[in-house]
């Protein structure tokens, strides 16, 4: 099982120019000679390259510096040297490039084959061919290349999905996600089962759309309690959220208001996104307690509340018929194609 990093520290360093050559011809039966020394080459430079073959950056925990070949001198006789070979960092799709800062965004690869230089090579020296002039039959005068550019920069990646899960740990998530897909995340009945984001592809009633499920939130996420927000990254990009409240819990309110909370602490506009409210686990409830805690839900979030059960799938086609019309919505406003999901993992 690949294991799956979504931040990275990386070097990328772009090839210095090659230097320029200072050469004469020196030729049998050639009264007068001359200058011939060629340029050199540019250096490499760095691209990335976004892909969506890829979901992780694991590749980058064990590979941190990438250089590009520098550019060859140049020669006699009018020589120029080769290029430098590129180095292409191949990223998964929604990966971001932040300066060493960590605050500064280069780039953003949101969409498969976008390029991006990220350090452009140095430039070739001149040579002395180059300096000839009629009042300079015979320059010496041969310029080295330029240094390329270098730097340490993070590769942040925010999966691309359509919908995303959130809740408090053990909402039922990961239950959820396996039910309506075949992504096969780890399942356990204690808190925090999930520790990094897993995608499925979703079909409902003919239509496909990509669900993210995340690590859940509690309360003080936002100053780094449990598994802190760093998560909630992977679900900016998401057209709708389906948030999941734990049916079997006393005050179901209290952990709608705590998500929501934390929510509102992240920022990103993740509290303005449209949300799909579900009562989940509702096969381990009578019916009786069931209506009384979705009333108590409705009346906390300001909107009809849908009642599901991964384990005994009650409520699921209703809650993707809902999330698709939020999705198809949202992609109608977008321009973009109603039938084509965000990603496919």
């Given at each position: 099982m690949?294991?799956?990093?979504d931040?990275?520290?990386?070097?990328v360093?772009a090839g210095?120019?090659?230097?320029?050559?200072?050469?004469?011809r020196?030729?049998?039966f050639?009264?007068?000679?001359?200058?011939?020394g060629?340029?050199?080459?540019?250096?490499?430079?760095?691209?990335?390259e976004?892909?969506a073959?890829?979901?992780?950056?694991?590749?980058?925990r064990?590979?941190q510096?990438?250089?590009?070949?520098?550019?060859?001198?140049?020669?006699?006789?009018d020589r120029t040297?080769?290029?430098?070979k590129?180095?292409?960092?191949?990223?998964p799709v929604?990966?971001q490039?932040?300066?060493?800062?960590?605050q500064?965004?280069l780039a953003?690869?949101a969409?498969a084959?976008?390029?991006?230089?990220?350090?452009?090579?140095?430039?070739?020296?001149?040579g002395?061919?180059?300096f000839?002039s009629s009042?300079?039959?015979?320059p010496?005068?041969?310029?080295p290349g330029t240094?390329g550019?270098?730097?340490?920069i993070?590769?942040?990646?925010k999966l691309?999905?359509?919908?995303g899960?959130?809740g408090?740990?053990?909402a039922?998530?990961s239950?959820f996600l396996?039910a309506v897909?075949?992504?096969k995340?780890?399942?356990?009945d204690?808190?925090f089962?999930?520790?990094?984001p897993?995608?499925g592809?979703?079909?409902?009633?003919?239509n496909?759309f990509?669900?993210?499920?995340?690590?859940?939130?509690i309360?003080g996420?936002?100053?780094?309690?449990?598994?802190?927000?760093r998560?909630l990254g992977?679900i900016?990009?998401?057209?709708v959220l389906l948030?999941?409240v734990?049916?079997?819990?006393?005050d179901?309110?209290?952990?709608?208001?705590?998500?929501?909370?934390?929510?509102?602490a992240y920022g990103?506009g993740?509290?303005d996104?449209?949300?799909?409210?579900?009562?989940n686990k509702?096969?381990?409830?009578?019916?009786?307690?069931?209506?009384?805690?979705?009333?108590?839900?409705?009346a906390?979030?300001?909107?009809?509340?849908?009642v599901t059960?991964?384990v005994?799938r009650?409520?699921?086609e209703?809650?993707?018929?809902?999330?698709?019309a939020?999705?198809?919505?949202a992609r109608?406003?977008?321009?973009?194609?109603a039938g084509?999901?965000?990603?496919?993992p």
């Open positions: 690949v294991k799956f990093l931040e990275a520290k990386v070097y360093s210095d120019g090659g230097n320029g050559c200072c050469s004469f020196r030729e049998k050639i009264e007068f000679g001359g200058p011939d060629g340029d050199g080459g540019d250096g490499g430079s760095v691209i990335a976004a892909t073959d890829l979901n992780t950056l694991i590749d980058f064990y590979r510096h990438f250089r590009a070949e520098r550019g060859h001198h140049g020669m006699g006789a040297g080769a290029r430098g590129d180095v292409v960092l191949t990223l929604g990966t490039i932040l300066a060493e800062d960590k500064t965004l953003d690869l969409t084959g976008e390029r991006m230089v990220i350090a452009r090579g140095g430039r070739g020296g001149a002395n061919t180059r000839k009042t300079n039959r015979a010496r005068r041969a310029d240094p550019e270098e730097a340490w993070w590769l942040r990646l691309i999905a359509d919908a899960l959130i408090l740990p053990n039922g998530k239950t396996a897909s075949h992504a995340p780890k399942i356990a204690y808190p089962t999930t520790l990094h897993s995608l592809v979703v079909e409902a009633d003919s496909r990509v669900l993210a499920d995340i690590p859940g939130l309360e996420a936002s100053d780094g309690a449990g598994l802190g927000t998560f992977h900016e990009r998401c057209r948030h999941l734990d049916g079997t819990q006393e179901v309110a209290a952990a709608y208001r705590t998500v929501r909370a934390e929510l509102s990103a993740l509290e996104k449209p949300e799909v409210v579900a009562l509702i096969d381990a409830l009578a019916a009786a307690a069931v209506d009384e805690r979705r009333q108590a839900l409705a906390e979030a300001g909107t009809d509340v849908l059960s991964g005994s009650a409520g699921i209703a809650a993707l018929r809902k999330l698709w939020e999705i198809a919505a109608a406003a977008d321009g973009d194609a084509e999901p965000a990603f496919s």
